[in-house]
């Protein structure tokens, strides 16, 4: 399908079951969905209502049951395992809220995994510029438990960042933080957004987590609205 919006990503009839059965409940039920390049996303919803299966979904890192998903026109969802694997390596950056940083290495070496992972190297400039728009450039030399859950955020931020993503998935990234370290990422989102040009995807519980955004998708058992 052409993709006539320019949209850097978008989807079409996605569905979702984890069940075999034909009359099986979906979570999610022919979602619709488009974002455009630079742009700042929410997706929002309560426990259980299918956003981080959708994030998955469009991030490729599982597959819908129905309906396809289009990176850059090109439908993602229907490549083989080894081609999406490479797309998502060379174009998408990843947020947990559980950090999932290494602990055995340090901070720099954490910030440089994506480098090990797809065989890239890395614009040491531009990781000067991250590390220190992040505030993280006098912890390069520590180990995770060394840092607090926010500084760990923010060199998981930096990590999903250093090759220059055109999208980066953020799955609950601020579900384990005070308010004050909250505002501080949220901030960071919005600054790399600007800088970078880059588009996020955010799943959050919280309605208003980033005020500035281009799109705010509420989801509720496995269907959506937008406000």
Known sequence: MQNIN???????????????????????????????PGSINLIYGKSGSGKST?????????????????????????????K??????????FIFQAYHLIPRSNIKENILCPTYINSKKYDKEYF????????????????????????????AIAR???????????????????????????DLFCKLHKECNTTFIVVTHEENLIADCEQVIRIKDGEISFE
Do not use: W
Request: proline share 4%; charged share 20%; aromatic share 8%.
């Open 54 to 82: 959708l994030l998955n979904i469009l991030a490729g890192l599982e597959h819908p049951t129905g309906g396809n998903v289009y990176f850059m026109g090109k439908n993602y969802s229907s490549m083989k395992d080894s």
């Open 128 to 155: 000067e510029f991250l590390v220190n728009i992040l505030g993280i450039k006098s912890l390069l030399k520590r180990h995770p438990f060394e840092l607090s859950g926010g500084e760990q955020q923010r060199v």
């Open 6 to 36: 320019n949209d850097i990503l978008y989807c079409e009839n996605i569905s979702k079951s984890y069940s075999p059965k034909k009359d099986a409940s979906l979570i999610l039920k022919d979602v619709n969905l488009h974002f455009k």
């Open 84 to 93: 999406a694997s490479k797309v998502r390596g060379e174009n998408f950056g």
């Open 160 to 186: 999903a960042m250093l090759l220059k993503p055109s999208i980066v998935f953020a799955d609950e990234p601020t579900g384990n933080l005070d308010s004050e370290n909250t505002q501080i990422i949220t």
